[in-house]
């Protein structure tokens, strides 16, 4: 039996804190999203590019809410 490691809320939160984006404990996907895009644009979030790609990569190993948070915010933002 093979267990896979999804990427949930918490994970999302907890590797974009990793990056430096103040987030508070519990936020929502979307939150969580939109408060690195911000972050992003005012000061520069290094690693966030490459972070994004990789999630990307793995699309079927997160939760709908969190690949809906990065298609909405974080791909069009980062472009």
Request: charged share 30%; net charge neutral; proline share 6%.
């Amino acid at each position: 039996m093979m267990i896979v490691d999804l990427i949930d809320g918490d994970d999302f939160r907890h590797r974009l804190v990793a990056l430096g984006v103040r987030i508070p404990e519990g936020s929502c996907p979307e939150t969580c999203a939109r408060m690195a895009l911000r972050r992003h644009r005012d000061v520069g979030v290094p690693g966030l590019r490459e972070q994004v790609q990789e999630w990307m990569q793995h699309t079927d190993m997160m939760l709908p809410s969190v690949r809906q948070a990065i298609e909405r915010f974080l791909l069009p933002g980062l472009r």
